[in-house]
């Protein structure tokens, strides 16, 4: 028996359509093994709270053994994991195919799904997942003004804490009815697709919710870093919530509804010759891992799944066919990266940070820890404080370092931490530092 693996981690496909992962016995039964061996490492309590979690209820615990754990307790566990995955692909050495086979985050997921079949959801986390219904019935002209002003007010934030359990102090997104989709269609014109190694040069963006409604400037850089690349570039024509947020509810029922409205029309670019990206990480890892997984022999999930990059994947292979424009105007001057864990876990490397040290005169420096955001995390009156317990280690780096530019792959992890740091202005999307490099 091996201490450890050395082997590269694999995932199994989330069964969650048999009747074994509805069982609730079989899921204490998981529960108890995985923490026990989780409880003779603790290489991962620095990670996120599932982890001390775990360990105060075993350290309090009558036998100081996971035996002595309440299992109606299990759940608390739960409560603190945001599927993240850094335990599984940075920290775990009994990932598959080691014989102990834990994937803690999908043994999370699965307790989340029994609790979410059992009990639901509060009306909060259900309104904050239903992202295509909150976001577009508060982006309406004049309404978005209306709720911007109302979030910025200390009086009105203090009554949503109290009738919603929405942290009053933590920031939430701007709103606004000239969206992502509105802005990019007069900027999108017909260039010729250069297929470059993997790349066609046909790509389409998925615009995501909040890059739709929160961020939908980001659109218009990618239009012009790609278009000045020589990169056909479209808007996906419809689409839908990528799910994410209700996987981490474990709503999965309103996670295959979604998949079912989106993956046609993914598809469907795809035999059309096009590419697929995203500007927002969570979205591009539910189409490049979560879904395969959930539906791993859907010809239509698997072929998505292959056409889907990272932004910024997508541009260091172009340039690594030597297809990237390198002439830029400007520097980018000293930048502060924090890596998105969703981004972390595609495996990719680097590659922001690549491309932008490209840009002369520019350094870029990555910080690979958590945000704690996770999207509602963050804002939840229950969870703010340990998001912000979560974040700063890299508070503190990036206010050490006083750069003059901070960026996140994720709008909402750089939120998050420009809110916690002294030393940021603001927080910033790659693409837009790259669009300015290139003068455009």
């Given at each position: 028996?091996r201490e450890?693996?050395?082997d ?7 069964a ?8 609730k016995?079989?899921?204490?039964d998981e529960?108890?093994r ?14 996120c709270?599932a ?8 350290d ?6 996971v ?9 608390k ?8 995955d ?6 775990c050495?009994?990932?598959p195919?080691h ?7 999908h ?5 989340k799904a029994?609790r979410?079949k ?15 219904r909150?976001?577009s019935?508060t ?24 009738t ?6 933590a920031?939430?997104p701007?709103?606004?009815s ?7 269609k007069p ?23 909040y ?6 400037a980001?659109?218009?850089d ?7 690349n020589?990169?056909?570039i479209d ?6 919530c ?7 509810l ?9 998949k079912?409205?989106?993956?046609p029309?993914?598809?469907k670019?795809?035999d059309?010759?096009y ?7 969570s979205?591009?890892?539910m189409?490049?891992?979560?879904l395969?997984?959930m ?10 799944q292959?056409?889907?990059f990272?932004p ?9 066919g ?16 924090q ?11 680097l590659k922001?940070?690549?491309?932008l040290n ?5 350094e870029v ?15 939840k009156?229950e969870t ?13 780096k ?5 750069p003059d530019?901070?960026i996140?792959d994720?709008?909402?992890a750089?939120?998050h ?13 790659p693409?837009t530092?790259?669009r ?5």
């Amino acid at each position: 028996m091996r201490e450890g693996s050395v082997d590269a981690p694999t995932r199994h496909p989330i069964a969650w359509k048999s009747e074994a992962f509805w069982d609730k016995d079989s899921l204490n039964d998981e529960l108890e093994r995985v923490f026990d061996v989780c409880h003779g490492c603790r290489r991962c309590v620095s990670l996120c709270d599932a982890f001390p979690t775990l360990f105060d209820l075993i350290d309090e615990s009558e036998t100081l053994e996971v035996d002595g754990v309440d299992k109606a307790d299990f759940g608390k566990v739960a409560d603190q994991c945001y599927l993240c995955d850094l335990c599984y692909l940075t920290k775990c050495p009994y990932v598959p195919p080691h014989e102990f086979n834990v994937d803690f985050p999908h043994l999370m997921l699965r307790a989340k799904a029994q609790r979410f079949k059992e009990d639901g959801a509060s009306v909060r986390d259900k309104t904050l997942t239903s992202t295509d219904r909150l976001l577009s019935s508060t982006s309406i002209p004049l309404v978005d003004i209306t709720v911007n002003a109302l979030n910025n007010s200390s009086l009105f934030r203090k009554a949503l804490s109290a009738t919603l359990d929405i942290h009053h102090e933590a920031p939430l997104p701007k709103l606004h009815s000239k969206t992502l989709r509105k802005r990019v269609k007069p900027l999108l014109t017909n260039l010729p697709a250069q297929a470059v190694g993997e790349t066609t040069g046909k790509v389409a963006l998925y615009a995501t919710c909040y890059g739709n409604y929160n961020s939908p400037a980001i659109g218009e850089d990618f239009v012009k870093v790609f278009q000045h690349n020589g990169i056909h570039i479209d808007i996906v024509p419809k689409e839908k919530c990528c799910g994410m947020p209700k996987l981490e509810l474990g709503d999965l029922d309103s996670v295959a509804a979604l998949k079912e409205a989106n993956i046609p029309v993914l598809a469907k670019l795809v035999d059309e010759g096009y590419d697929l990206t995203a500007p927002i990480p969570s979205c591009v890892l539910m189409y490049k891992q979560e879904l395969p997984l959930m539906y791993p022999d859907d010809p239509d999930v698997l072929k998505v799944q292959k056409a889907f990059f990272d932004p910024f994947e997508y541009l260091w292979l172009r340039h690594k066919g030597e297809a990237l424009n390198t002439n830029f105007s400007s520097t980018l001057g000293d930048v502060a990266y924090q890596v998105a864990c969703h981004q972390r876990v595609q495996n990719i490397g680097l590659k922001t940070r690549d491309v932008l040290n490209l840009v002369n005169d520019s350094e870029v420096t990555p910080y690979e820890r958590c945000s704690g955001h996770d999207g509602t995390y963050a804002v939840k009156k229950e969870t703010r404080d340990k998001s912000v317990k979560i974040a700063r280690p890299t508070v503190r780096k990036i206010d050490a370092q006083a750069p003059d530019r901070f960026i996140s792959d994720c709008p909402m992890a750089g939120e998050h931490i420009a809110n916690l740091a002294e030393n940021v202005q603001k927080a910033e999307h790659p693409m837009t530092l790259l669009r300015e490099a290139y003068g455009l």
